[in-house]
């Protein structure tokens, strides 16, 4: 029987990934992080097939009030807020895919296009049938008890779940990859004293998983 085989690449980050957008039909993906104690965002684009920076930690003039809102084959695009009182004011920067550089005369708009199909997992709470059916096969097969809730995705052959267990304040964010038979292809540890859960702990993207560890590793690796 064909046997896949893995061969994670990661790159270590200087402060918490906070957003992750892959270009579509590229090997490329933009990355905000957030140093909360330094209130200062930057922005990366990493090339995911080559494992190297086109730019990185890229920092503008408005440090902190600027997130990453969409992506297209040409610019990544981030909202600006103007106002810390009101949340609605905001302004876009296009940023150059080739250099990171703002992009004069660009549409102040920010359209739909923008965007990205990446594949995300469905959550599953606790208390809700679909974890339970996830839990009963997490105890059996990993003599795990999954807590909270669990992220589900079935990609191919593969089935990726990402689960917590341990005790409040200090749970374990396990993440795992098992085939069509139940036997487990891939495990790891990808957060640990956490108070709760995550969303979309992780994501498919042109035929590779992402997922961040200890919140400022991005692991990457082909899967289909």
């Given at each position: ?26 090997p490329l ?10 209130r200062?965002?930057s ?5 995911f ?33 103007e ?5 609605d ?5 296009f940023?150059?895919?080739?250099d990171g550089s ?14 990205n ?8 709470l606790?208390g809700?049938p679909?974890?339970d ?5 997490l105890s059996t ?18 089935v990726?779940?990402?689960?917590y ?10 993440l795992?990859?098992?085939n069509?038979t139940?036997?487990c ?5 990808i957060?640990?004293n ?14 590779n998983l992402f997922f ?10 082909r899967?289909?």
């Amino acid at each position: 029987m064909y046997e896949k085989h893995f061969d994670p690449v990661s790159i270590h980050l200087s402060a918490p990934v906070w957003n992750l957008l892959p270009l579509e039909n590229s090997p490329l993906i933009a990355i905000e992080q957030r140093d909360e104690l330094r209130r200062v965002a930057s922005f990366s684009l990493y090339h995911f097939g080559d494992h190297k920076f086109l730019w990185r930690d890229l920092v503008l003039p408005e440090k902190w009030w600027v997130n990453l809102a969409g992506v297209s084959n040409e610019w990544i695009v981030l909202k600006v807020f103007e106002s810390t009182e009101n949340p609605d004011k905001t302004s876009f920067l296009f940023l150059n895919v080739k250099d990171g550089s703002v992009v004069a005369n660009a549409p102040q708009q920010f359209e739909t296009e923008y965007t990205n199909t990446a594949l995300y997992p469905f959550q599953y709470l606790d208390g809700e049938p679909d974890f339970d059916t996830v839990q009963r096969f997490l105890s059996t097969r990993f003599d795990a008890t999954p807590r909270l809730g669990a992220e589900y995705l079935e990609q191919d052959d593969l089935v990726i779940i990402s689960f917590y267990t341990g005790n409040p304040a200090a749970f374990i964010n396990r993440l795992v990859i098992v085939n069509s038979t139940g036997k487990c292809l891939y495990e790891d540890e990808i957060g640990m004293n956490l108070k709760g859960i995550g969303v979309n702990t992780f994501f498919v993207a042109s035929g590779n998983l992402f997922f961040v560890k200890n919140k400022s590793e991005l692991v990457t690796f082909r899967i289909v």
